[in-house]
């Protein structure tokens, strides 16, 4: 059998990643290899750079070179509007639509008992200190529009509740069940106009 | 709704095989395992994209092939579409409307179909399963949301289960973890139960018309909801009344479900009575009577999709008069008389009258073959 044992190394790991299967892993593995040499070192120079660079924020939890990064950091922006979202990708769809002028606070998922993911897995802490040293008046969840995503805000929404803060959920019109980086520009900006402040729920 | 012809690539028995259909009756006639029944089973996943007889795919791929392929014109609303549906070995089927990739889910686009089995006796004499099942399967045709209502209830339920187990392991009560889980539990279930009691009545009443013409007297007809918190009579309620119910009742069972370590009521565990002349089908119906319940209810699917449509869904048959007298059969026909297209798979033509056969096409089949 036609095998080549580093070729297969890179194949198996161009599989890892996510929207790549076996047959595409196999293109690109073979592209790169009939690339010239400095064009390969470019991209394992590239690879290697962001990992070495870029951090978490220590005030937001999102990626950044800095910290803070330079939202957290931006006098220009609405310091009293927090915008909560499941991961750092999307801060980038909210960003892209220019509509929303406020800060972020990325929770790094969402609660999911089956996957064993807590509450105390995710970034809430850090959220509930921010809100409660004042200067916000709103805080949007902006958690995926399916049932691990609802289930967070719901339990964001008891915890903000006792702090006297407005809380606010996007809009339904998103596609349901589906993650926010499947809604369009559209989508996101009626979203985000059209979030409501959330009720409360029966407790058993 | 038609199918004009159909190929056939590597499909369980058959090799390769391309036929022409009669816009009415066709006929498969063949002994044992020789092939028509696959036959019926590559006209339905054909137009619905799924096998009524198997939920393993790769099962329908010709013994020692990598890939079966299936295509044919479909006339939908007067146009006439090209399907293909296509699976490779350890991959998903793929789906192709007029050469456009669509995905198997999306209604638009099937041919409807209404498979008539053996197997459909289970509806009635069956576990509460196979009945959830045939009411969810025309709930979802009628109401396209109802698909993903279910699925996010069935979500909901696993990782509400998972927490439940977990109480019951530490005796604690992560109240504001149950939080999001229970109110999503309690709007999901509400909308469930309230779509499936809206259908329900609908197939009662297709049922009382379409019952006596099958039985050839008069009867009456009962489907009754067994709801896990419902009563009886409650069986047209807003999906707010429904909710509220469900959260009384929940609120009672609050502590066994933590010692039981599941969720214990919901429509997960409902079911429903089918009641011909206050008669309990499933559990005091005879053989026959509950054989043609269960046809009974397929042909009010029919009615019910027909209604949807605007247009008859294409009828298979299969092996259906070697369980049933030709009586019922003919009736069964007649209720769709020269409108729907009908496929039948018999081991032999003799119980047909031959002015009946001489309105179908008739295809002998033989070890996967046929002339
Ligand atoms: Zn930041």
Redesign the interface.
Known sequence: MYYINSLDRLINQLTRLPGIGERSARRLAFYILKQPQQEAARLVDAIKTVKERVKRCSICNNFSEEDPCPICRDEKRNRSVICVVEEPQDVFLFERIREYQGLYHVLGGAISPLKGINPESLNINSLLKRVENGGVKEVILATDPDTEGEATAIYLFKLLQSLRVKVSRLAHGLPAGGDLEFADEITLTHALRGRKEMEEEWEI | MWLKNIQILNFRNFSRLNLEFSPSINIFVGGNSQGKTNLIEAIYCLGRGISFRTFEDDRLIKWEKDSFYLGGEGERKGNFLKYELSLAKNSRKLRRVNSHKVPIKNINYWLWMVAFSIQDVKIVQGGPFYRRNFLDEITSFLYPNFS?IK??FS??L???N??LR?LREKREYP??????????F?QLGSEIVYLRLKVLRKLASCLSNIYPRLRGSTCSIRLVYNSSFLDEEDNDLSIRKIKEKF?QK??LV?DKEVENGMSLIGPHRDDFQIIVNKINQRVFGSQGDQRTTAIALKLAEVELLREREGDIPIILLDDVPSDLDFKRIKLLLDLVKGKGQVFIATQNTGEFSKDFLEKSRIFHIREGEVD
């Open positions: 993903y699925f996010s979500k909901v696993n990782q509400r998972v927490l977990k109240a504001h973890q149950m939080l999001g889980w229970n109110s999503q309690l959260y929940i609120k609050k």
